[in-house]
């Protein structure tokens, strides 16, 4: 048993690391076609073995990949964190523990292929449908960092890089069981010859796939300008007024080389530059009109940034929404991204993916009454928008007017929801972020990173613009163009196109999740089938 915890504990290290490399070290996203195997030989040794408690290892070694990827989500919130890892490690569990059920049922392949389905149908459930979601460990996300080898992301979005991932480490998985047991010695020339091949298809046919893919499409030119101004959140509204803070953030633009001509030109500032902004007195704001002041004196150009923005009412709207002013009115929150233009015109969007915790309240019906028992705030109690939609301002002429997706800081992170801003007509996605809360960890470049698919799978450029960093002008292939640097006040400038056409992924969505899910479904069915009726015979032979 000695021996047995030991190796239990090597393989468990090994596949931590194999497993978190590609979100620590660069261009190392191929190390998760092999990662996932000290797992499977360890369930494999403990199913043969008989292990009791086998939960604890299994569930310890997604602890320690979780804790070891994203470990910096401390640096904001060291309860969150904890939580996050733990609860997080917890679901991956119950899909692995829920495959070793199933493969007390069904024989052969079938419980790997529900563990691969079951696995992708948790990650979509995530993505998509979940109130507590934490996707940042999507096993598609690996190859962020490796984004030459993804190009077809733009058919199968995230999910199917997952797909990848499970593939090869399955089929890899299968070739060492044949050989340890002595199968294949028994095969013939042909099946041997086809399992090869089978396992290399699996690892490089997405490659060369990849490779073979290219991306041409032109779209009108757009000057971008991106002001990274730098401010300490933690710090930001105690050294720094208001008004202080948008002189320094106008003046860097200033900095920029602007164009002599008429072209457009579109300016970025990061999330939540200005706060409290009620939105039925945003022209009014004096932010707003500082703003406004400056593209007077550059008229083509459109300005979109994040703001902290409420809704007054005087019943609450949402369960969210809190009473105010000696009970006069309740407001609702929001973190919306602005799109406006010189001549006041403006365009509102809140962001709909919230931070669980910090910035939204999980099944609110639930947790805000018992917040209230509780006699304090726990939770965020900022409020999403229920549809997605891109902020668009017209010109003078149908082709002056810019489409943008503007995914605000976590939305960057979902790639179906993404997808979603192209489908209402988004020509350009725009990324506004905060990533300071994090320090100089490994979350910021994570997050930029994703950003990197998201340009991948819908075919647009992507301007992403973060107030400590790292900023930057994407390619829809998924390359940084131009980048600035971590913790410096910066001035980014660049050209992107504006592009009409649609990716397979953005015209079908996300099939590769919905294909898991089916199998997924109809395989758990199966083996609850087998458990019944087995159940039934036993009862059957001893009466």
């Given at each position: 048993?000695?021996?047995?915890?030991?190796?239990?504990?090597?393989?468990?290290?090994?596949?931590?690391?194999?497993?978190?490399?590609?979100?620590?070290?660069?261009?190392?996203?191929?190390?998760?076609?092999?990662?996932?195997?000290?797992?499977?030989?360890?369930?494999?040794?403990?199913?043969?073995?008989?292990?009791?408690?086998?939960?604890?290892?299994?569930?310890?070694?997604?602890?320690?990949?979780?804790?070891?990827?994203?470990?910096?989500?401390?640096?904001?919130?060291?309860?969150?964190?904890?939580?996050?890892?733990?609860?997080?490690?917890?679901?991956?569990?119950?899909?692995?523990?829920?495959?070793?059920?199933?493969?007390?049922?069904?024989?052969?392949?079938?419980?790997?292929?529900?563990?691969?389905?079951?696995?992708?149908?948790?990650?979509?459930?995530?993505?998509?449908?979940?109130?507590?979601?934490?996707?940042w460990l999507v096993l598609g996300n690996a190859f962020a960092d490796t984004t030459s080898l993804i190009q077809w992301y733009s058919v199968t979005g995230h999910l199917g890089g997952s797909l990848w991932v499970w593939t090869a480490n399955l089929s890899l998985f299968?070739?060492?069981?044949?050989?340890?047991?002595?199968?294949?010695?028994?095969?013939?020339?042909?099946?041997?010859?086809?399992?090869?091949?089978?396992?290399?298809?699996?690892?490089?046919?997405?490659?060369?796939?990849?490779?073979?893919?290219?991306?041409?499409?032109?779209?009108?030119?757009?000057?971008?300008?991106?002001?990274?101004?730098?401010?300490?959140?933690?710090?930001?509204?105690?050294?720094?007024?208001?008004?202080?803070?948008?002189?320094?953030?106008?003046?860097?633009?200033?900095?920029?080389?602007?164009?002599?001509?008429?072209?457009?030109?579109?300016?970025?500032?990061?999330?939540?530059?200005?706060?409290?902004?009620?939105?039925?007195?945003?022209?009014?704001?004096?932010?707003?009109?500082?703003?406004?002041?400056?593209?007077?004196?550059?008229?083509?150009?459109?300005?979109?940034?994040?703001?902290?923005?409420?809704?007054?009412?005087?019943?609450?709207?949402?369960?969210?929404?809190?009473?105010?002013?000696?009970?006069?009115?309740?407001?609702?929150?929001?973190?919306?991204?602005?799109?406006?233009?010189?001549?006041?015109?403006?365009?509102?969007?809140?962001?709909?993916?919230?931070?669980?915790?910090?910035?939204?309240?999980?099944?609110?019906?639930?947790?805000?009454?018992?917040?209230?028992?509780?006699?304090?705030?726990?939770?965020?109690?900022?409020?999403?928008?229920?549809?997605?939609?891109?902020?668009?301002?017209?010109?003078?002429?149908?082709?002056?007017?810019?489409?943008?997706?503007?995914?605000?800081?976590?939305?960057?992170?979902?790639?179906?929801?993404?997808?979603?801003?192209?489908?209402?007509?988004?020509?350009?996605?725009?990324?506004?972020?905060?990533?300071?809360?994090?320090?100089?960890?490994?979350?910021?470049?994570?997050?930029?990173?994703?950003?990197?698919?998201?340009?991948?799978?819908?075919?647009?450029?992507?301007?992403?613009?973060?107030?400590?960093?790292?900023?930057?002008?994407?390619?829809?292939?998924?390359?940084?163009?131009?980048?600035?640097?971590?913790?410096?006040?910066?001035?980014?400038?660049?050209?992107?196109?504006?592009?009409?056409?649609?990716?397979?992924?953005?015209?079908?969505?996300?099939?590769?999740?919905?294909?898991?899910?089916?199998?997924?479904?109809?395989?758990?069915?199966?083996?609850?089938?087998?458990?019944?009726?087995?159940?039934?015979?036993?009862?059957?032979?001893?009466?």
């Amino acid at each position: 048993m000695r021996k047995q915890g030991l190796l239990f504990a090597a393989l468990a290290l090994l596949f931590t690391l194999l497993m978190s490399l590609p979100w620590l070290v660069p261009h190392m996203g191929c190390t998760v076609l092999v990662g996932l195997l000290p797992l499977l030989v360890m369930e494999r040794l403990a199913t043969r073995n008989r292990t009791r408690r086998f939960f604890w290892w299994h569930y310890g070694s997604f602890v320690l990949w979780n804790a070891v990827t994203t470990w910096w989500v401390g640096e904001a919130t060291v309860g969150g964190a904890v939580f996050a890892i733990l609860a997080n490690a917890l679901q991956m569990s119950l899909v692995f523990g829920s495959f070793r059920w199933v493969k007390k049922r069904l024989g052969g392949v079938l419980p790997y292929l529900y563990l691969a389905a079951a696995w992708i149908a948790w990650e979509r459930f995530y993505l998509t449908s979940a109130q507590i979601t934490w996707p940042w460990l999507v096993l598609g996300n690996a190859f962020a960092d490796t984004t030459s080898l993804i190009q077809w992301y733009s058919v199968t979005g995230h999910l199917g890089g997952s797909l990848w991932v499970w593939t090869a480490n399955l089929s890899l998985f299968g070739g060492m069981v044949a050989l340890s047991d002595g199968s294949l010695s028994r095969w013939n020339v042909k099946a041997r010859v086809a399992a090869l091949a089978g396992i290399v298809v699996a690892f490089f046919g997405p490659m060369i796939w990849s490779a073979c893919l290219r991306f041409h499409e032109e779209g009108a030119p757009l000057e971008v300008v991106i002001g990274q101004p730098n401010l300490d959140p933690y710090q930001k509204f105690e050294s720094l007024s208001q008004e202080e803070q948008d002189a320094r953030f106008l003046a860097q633009l200033e900095k920029a080389e602007w164009p002599t001509d008429s072209s457009r030109v579109l300016v970025l500032g990061p999330e939540t530059l200005t706060p409290l902004i009620f939105t039925d007195e945003v022209a009014e704001d004096s932010s707003f009109r500082r703003y406004q002041n400056f593209l007077q004196g550059h008229p083509s150009a459109r300005l979109l940034f994040g703001a902290s923005t409420y809704d007054r009412s005087p019943s609450a709207l949402d369960p969210c929404s809190f009473v105010v002013a000696n009970n006069q009115y309740w407001l609702t929150e929001h973190n919306s991204a602005i799109l406006m233009d010189a001549a006041g015109h403006y365009d509102l969007y809140h962001k709909s993916k919230l931070v669980v915790g910090v910035e939204s309240t999980p099944y609110p019906r639930f947790f805000i009454p018992l917040e209230n028992f509780l006699g304090g705030s726990l939770m965020g109690k900022d409020v999403g928008q229920k549809e997605i939609a891109c902020l668009s301002l017209g010109g003078d002429t149908p082709n002056d007017a810019i489409k943008v997706g503007a995914a605000v800081c976590y939305e960057s992170v979902f790639g179906d929801f993404c997808a979603g801003y192209v489908r209402k007509g988004a020509n350009l996605l725009a990324v506004i972020t905060n990533d300071a809360w994090w320090g100089d960890t490994p979350g910021y470049g994570q997050h930029l990173n994703y950003s990197r698919l998201r340009a991948i799978e819908t075919r647009r450029w992507v301007a992403r613009c973060g107030n400590t960093g790292i900023s930057a002008i994407i390619d829809p292939c998924g390359r940084i163009v131009k980048r600035s640097p971590w913790w410096e006040e910066a001035v980014l400038q660049g050209q992107v196109q504006l592009l009409e056409g649609e990716s397979f992924f953005v015209r079908h969505g996300d099939i590769t999740g919905r294909a898991a899910v089916l199998l997924f479904l109809l395989l758990g069915a199966a083996a609850l089938v087998r458990s019944f009726t087995s159940k039934k015979r036993f009862i059957s032979k001893n009466k």
